[in-house]
């Protein structure tokens, strides 16, 4: 097959290498860094608070990542976040006060936002709209594979080595991701001025989008984020083991990981609405059945249910932003769309934690189902049928 018929061919190892490699070390530092605060003497809150702040630093980031990526270019962007991210975990695996640490992660957040908006707009560029969906697919698919593989390679770092191990993995990761992205092929100049453009006129111009398409993104994104918490929330008020309980996690991960090209394609082939709707729909009905989950077999269903319908929605959002981001100030309207999706991903865990301390986990648990429902419905009715911008 030619190189022509297949157009994530020629950019492969370039666009999503460094995406596999961000994952890999992202992945590998993630457990540790509660342990590492813990080491340094914080409390339990104050240890998950370092995790938090790189979700704070991604959400806060994301308007200033669309004026960086403009300003340097998708490439230069991409590796400057890579960078950014190996210098934030070398502060945390230098340091002894929590203070500095504390900052690490939050510059680690904050690339995570530069990096995911630069490779967002430059596949959105570079690859045709009647591949575009395939190749956010993939990227998305690629980043979970990294993601899936750093925790284990951590592990045996760190059983050999300590937890240094596990940073001196995450930057040697970040350097290479850093490396392959220097050799991402250049885009053609754009030749739309954006001199006179703003924010506020992406927001007035788009506010359409935003207030239909962009709420469901924000309802998309708060059920996938409360899904990390559900399935162990659940396993541990059934009464199961911290290691079955991982163990029904990461088989509903691995349905999920598989999932990404055929989503891609049939989003390509069919539209998007074919793989957005289903995908909101199968895992609103397996949350809402999930708190009539009596053991770890039934528990195993309803995870790799929720895995599946994730799994088939994978790249939905990148794809959705990219169908709807204008050539001109596509950065700057990619800033907006992703933090919209960011701030669905923040509140989503806040609303499972509220319903479940003034409720019950069960009744938070359902909620989030609805929520899924609701985003099936403002999708199907949002998307345009064919699927194309």
Not at 5 to 34: D, K, N, T, Y
Not at 67 to 72: E, G, I, Q
Not at 88 to 107: D, E, I, Q, Y
Request: hydrophobic share 55%; proline share 5%.
């Amino acid at each position: 097959m030619s190189s022509s018929s297949h157009p994530l061919r020629r950019i492969a190892v370039p666009a999503f290498g460094p995406s596999l490699l961000f994952g890999i070390g992202e992945g590998a530092i993630l457990p540790i860094l509660p342990l590492a605060a813990r080491e340094l003497g914080s409390s339990v809150s104050a240890a998950a608070l370092m995790v938090a702040l790189m979700g704070i630093g991604s959400l806060l980031s994301n308007l200033p990542a669309s004026l960086l990526t403009m300003r340097f270019g998708e490439r230069w962007s991409i590796v400057a976040a890579a960078l950014w991210t190996a210098l934030g975990m070398a502060l945390c695996a230098s340091t002894r006060h929590l203070g500095v640490f504390a900052v690490g992660c939050f510059m680690a957040g904050m690339s995570q936002a530069v990096f995911n908006l630069a490779r967002q707009a430059y596949l959105s560029e570079a690859v045709p709209v009647e591949w575009r969906a395939r190749a956010l697919s993939t990227l998305g698919g690629v980043s979970r594979i990294g993601m899936f593989i750093g925790p284990f390679v951590s592990a045996a770092v760190v059983h050999q080595w300590g937890l240094a191990g596990a940073y001196g993995l995450g930057i040697g990761a970040l350097l290479v991701a850093a490396g392959v992205a220097v050799r991402i092929p250049d885009l053609a100049p754009r030749t739309v001025a954006t001199a006179k453009l703003s924010f506020a006129s992406t927001l007035r111009d788009h506010r359409h989008v935003f207030l239909t398409l962009g709420i469901g993104v924000m309802l998309v994104a708060s059920v996938r984020a409360s899904r990390q918490a559900v399935i162990p929330l659940w396993a541990d008020h059934l009464g199961l083991s911290a290691s079955v309980a991982s163990l029904i996690y990461g088989l509903a991960g691995g349905i999920d990981m598989l999932l990404f090209y055929p989503a891609g394609r049939v989003m390509d082939l069919k539209g998007r609405r074919w793989v957005a709707v289903p995908s909101m729909v199968v895992m609103g009905t397996a949350l809402l059945l999930m708190p009539f989950t009596h053991g770890p077999w039934t528990l195993l269903i309803a995870a790799m249910a929720i895995g599946f319908g994730n799994g088939i929605g994978s790249g939905l959002i990148m794809t959705l932003g990219a169908d709807h981001s204008p050539p001109g100030e596509r950065a700057r309207f990619l800033g907006v769309w992703r933090l919209m999706a960011d701030l669905g991903s923040t509140s989503g865990p806040a609303l499972l934690s509220f319903l479940a301390a003034a409720m019950s986990l069960g009744i938070a648990v359902a909620s989030t189902g609805l929520l899924a429902l609701a985003a099936a419905g403002v999708l199907g009715h949002w998307i345009p049928r064919t699927g194309k911008h």
